[in-house]
């Protein structure tokens, strides 16, 4: 479904990403690891036409889509949930919402059938539907940057840290949706995640990334018992023990 290859990007004249080759499969979850500053969002951000790269090849279902631009990238089922949620706070959660049907000329029934999905996804955005983004709880406010991104239609959809700043519980709560997501809709997820643990107890596979390069791929079940991603190549990132997924 995806397939980067030798993926590189600059900030200025620093190198952000170097040689970065990933694949995405039709109805998988991978999960992208490494510590803070690894280069995560830069290619996450790349791969959504956020960001031009310098070189590297970036193809969807086959097509080169290495300079399309992010709505065109919309269009084709490929949707950034970005890192910090970047919500429009004077305004409600269903206005939050149907602004991510934006770019989608998705029809009015089609729309509130797409609401109401979120909606049961999500219970708790359907009380608070009315209620300012802005005066949410962190785990609200990233159930509605998924809502949003899932209001575009995905077929693959790229999350950049949803987790991040959260609770267990509610991250447990997130994890969940996004399993169900996977599962019961068969929406394919580029997951981004310092919280390894979590992240791979929902994944097929993995990466590591270290200073903008990956450094160790493999089954998520693998990935698991290597002791040398938390230690090594992860640093001092938050380790979740305390954490698991149970069916
Ligand atoms: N807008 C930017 N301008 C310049 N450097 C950046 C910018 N964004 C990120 N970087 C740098 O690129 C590297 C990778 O950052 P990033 O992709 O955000 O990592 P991660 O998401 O894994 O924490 C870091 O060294 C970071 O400082
Ligand atoms: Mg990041």
């Known amino acids: 479904m995806l397939e980067v290859n030798d993926l590189n990007t600059f900030y200025g004249h620093v190198r952000a990403i ?7 499969h039709p109805g998988e979850i991978v999960a992208i690891l490494g510590a803070n500053g ?10 959504a036409g956020m960001i031009p790269p310098a070189a590297g090849r970036i ?9 399309r631009r992010s709505h065109e990238l919309v269009q084709r089922g490929l949707i950034l949930v970005p890192e910090r949620r970047q919500l429009f706070w004077p305004l ?7 602004l991510g049907a934006y770019r989608c000329r998705t029809g009015t029934r089609q729309l509130g059938k797409n609401l109401e999905r979120i ?20 785990g609200e406010q990233q159930m509605v940057a998924i809502g949003r991104g899932l209001m575009s239609q995905p077929r693959l959809f790229l999350l950049d840290e949803p987790s991040l700043g959260l609770a267990p519980l509610v991250r447990a709560e997130i994890f ?11 929406l394919t997820l580029l997951l981004v995640e310092q919280d390894t643990k979590l992240a791979l107890s929902i994944a097929n596979r993995g990466y590591v990334m ?33 954490i698991s997924i149970t069916q």
């Open 18 to 24: 170097r040689d970065v080759s990933i694949s995405v």
């Open 38 to 47: 690894a280069g995560k969002s830069t290619l996450l951000n790349t791969i």
């Open 59 to 67: 193809a969807l279902d086959g097509l080169d889509v290495t300079f």
């Open 92 to 98: 409600t959660v269903e206005e939050n919402l149907r």
């Open 119 to 138: 909606y049961s996804l999500f219970p708790r955005l359907a009380e608070r539907r009315k209620q300012g983004a802005g005066t949410l709880s962190g």
């Open 176 to 186: 969940r949706a996004l399993r169900q997501l996977n599962g019961e809709h068969g």
């Open 210 to 242: 270290q200073t903008g390069q990956i450094v160790l791929q493999g089954q998520a079940q693998s990935l698991l018992a290597n002791a040398e991603v938390h230690d090594i190549y992860l640093g001092k990132g938050p380790r979740t023990d305390a």
